[in-house]
């Protein structure tokens, strides 16, 4: 079973600034990692997939990259309605697993 | 317009079997598509439990041991979890979601509380 170890759990960032998220995979994933945004009371949304690709009406802001089993989260310019809970997850080998989830505050 | 809708039980007694019901429109059980389940305990983080594909492969998280069942009626666009022994520890709110590699169309999640 492939573990997702997110970090931080918990960010503190002020509003303009940028965020760094982190996730890193136990065993390889191929790049088959997708990030989500998740609000009190809401469902998860879609933010990135194939580790680097953002989904569809994601704005530019978000942006994710991979180098071998490590996978980041990068937000520019953060906006309020960004302060939400974040989960990485794979979907290797027809399988799926979630990290722990990092909780983005503000400063 | 793709959109998804969990139904079934709010309150399951323990050791009881639950049954949930994931009805989705504006896509197709297609090559490539599968719907999956998601839970969330409250506070908690995201917990993958099952996915039924295309083709009727299906596949489970292994932290369940075998208590999950999947299964699909494309005549209805559903897909149906089962999840035997229920314990408290199961209570959640229960998302379904579709599966194009990543799930990018989500329920809005229906909780279950497990209690005698």
């Known amino acids: 079973e492939i573990v997702l170890t997110q970090s931080p759990g918990t960010l503190y960032v002020s509003p303009g600034e940028s965020a760094t998220l982190s996730c890193r995979a136990s065993?390889?994933?191929?790049?088959?990692l997708a990030w989500y945004q998740q609000k009190p009371g809401q469902a998860p949304r879609l933010l990135i997939y194939?580790?680097?690709t953002r989904a569809s009406g994601v704005p530019a802001r978000f942006s994710g990259s991979a180098s071998g089993p490590d996978f980041t989260l990068t937000i520019t310019g953060l906006q309020s309605e960004d302060f939400a809970v974040y989960y990485c997850?794979?979907?290797?080998?027809?399988?799926?697993?979630f990290g722990q989830g990092t909780k983005m505050q503000i400063k | 317009q793709i959109t998804l809708k969990e139904s079934g039980p709010t309150l399951v007694k323990p050791a009881e079997t639950l049954t949930l019901t994931c009805s989705f429109s504006?896509?197709?059980?297609?090559?490539?598509?599968?719907v999956g389940w998601i839970r969330q305990p409250p506070g908690q983080a995201l917990e993958w439990l099952a996915v039924?594909?295309?083709?009727?492969?299906?596949r489970q998280s292994p932290s369940l041991m075998g208590r999950v069942t999947i299964t699909k009626d494309i005549t209805k666009n559903q897909v149906v979890l089962t999840l035997t022994n229920m314990d408290p520890a199961d209570t959640a709110t229960y998302y379904c979601?579709?599966?194009?590699?990543?799930?990018?169309?989500w329920g809005q999640g229906t909780l279950v509380i497990v209690s005698s």
């Open positions: 504006g896509f197709s059980l297609d090559s490539g598509v599968g």
């Open positions: 065993q390889s994933v191929n790049n088959n």
């Open positions: 979601a579709r599966r194009r590699g990543s799930f990018d169309a």
């Open positions: 039924i594909y295309w083709d009727d492969d299906w």
């Open positions: 997850q794979h979907y290797h080998n027809w399988m799926a697993s």
């Open positions: 194939a580790a680097t």
